[in-house]
């Protein structure tokens, strides 16, 4: 993940090596190399995610490539490096906060026995009547006819069998370590607060939507809260994308590894462009 930017992109490089020194380990290598289960930690795939992410801005900004931006977006981890590319606090600035932030939620994943499963193909409302009967939550509102859900364990694993037994829809059970945008990320959330308390955050030089409640936000106190408050709140990220494109978005431009956001897009609309950035070759497309 982001070797070929490191290869190719002056800037990019510039990135990597300045993230080494900020976190005191070699994210570079992590994120080229592996091995795969160093790199799904959750303290190390924050800060990957965030500076993968980061690297593909400012490797586009190198080449004159990227156009006119309007609005930034990111799901969960992504709505921080949406905040970077904004300019709401600066790389190293941002990177430490991720790192910290990532540490939080795998020290509370490990304090819990938490879980996430996709509710495919139902509705909103049949997915939080599932919520309230097992008593776990709405994690993600990604697109229609998809919702996480996420809590307990044995919540989950009884909701996920009672959902296969009911409706149209179906339930997956997710490979996460633990589960996110929920009450039993609390410890996080209350440690974090404290942490972005007094880091420095600037006007966006253009509005940043929030994942909590799908609006465009311009006032650092208001990103800054809203950022505390999405570590246990649901990632309405329908609504962000439906935002972004009510405000005059003509391309969404999805900057990281998988390709999932432009799913989620073109799940959502068919209508709307849109772009999955990797790789260095990815720019030039």
């Excluded at 091995?35 to 993968?52: D, G, I, S, Y």
């Excluded at 030089?205 to 936000?217: D, E, I, Q, Y």
């Excluded at 999805?254 to 609309?269: I, K, M, N, S």
Aim: proline share 5%.
């Amino acid at each position: 993940m982001g070797r070929s930017l490191y290869g190719s992109s002056a800037a990019a490089r510039a990135l990597y090596d300045e993230a080494g020194r900020v976190l005191g380990w070699d994210l570079a290598r992590v994120s080229f190399e592996g091995p795969e289960a160093e790199l799904t930690e959750t303290r190390v795939c924050q800060p990957a995610l965030f500076v993968h992410g980061l690297a593909l801005v400012a490797a586009l900004r190198e080449k004159g490539a990227l156009p006119g931006v309007g609005m930034a977006l990111g799901l969960s981890l992504g709505e921080l490096t949406a905040c970077a590319a904004a300019g709401v606090f600066d790389f190293p600035a941002g990177l430490r906060l991720v790192a910290e932030r990532g540490r939080l939620m795998q020290d509370a994943c490990e304090r819990s026995s938490g879980a996430m499963a996709a509710v495919i193909g139902e509705t909103p409302e049949a997915v939080l009547g599932l919520c309230r009967e097992f008593d776990v939550e709405a994690a993600n509102f990604n697109a229609p006819g998809q919702v996480i859900i996420s809590g307990e364990k044995p919540r989950i694993e009884a909701a996920v069998a009672a959902a296969k037994g009911r409706g149209k829809g179906k339930a997956i059970a997710l490979n996460v370590a633990g589960a996110y945008h929920s009450r039993l990320m609390e410890p996080a959330r209350a440690a974090f607060e404290a942490v972005v308390r007094d880091a420095p955050f600037a006007p966006p030089r253009f509005p940043v939507v929030t994942n909590t409640t799908g609006s465009a936000l311009t006032d650092p106190g208001e990103i800054r809260a809203a950022l505390v408050r999405q570590i246990v709140s649901p990632v309405l990220w329908e609504a962000c994308m439906r935002t972004a494109a009510g405000s005059g978005a003509t391309e969404f431009w999805e900057l990281g590894p998988g390709g999932v956001l432009a799913g989620l897009a073109r799940r959502t609309d068919k209508a709307w462009r849109v772009r999955s950035l990797c790789e260095f070759a990815d720019l030039a497309a």
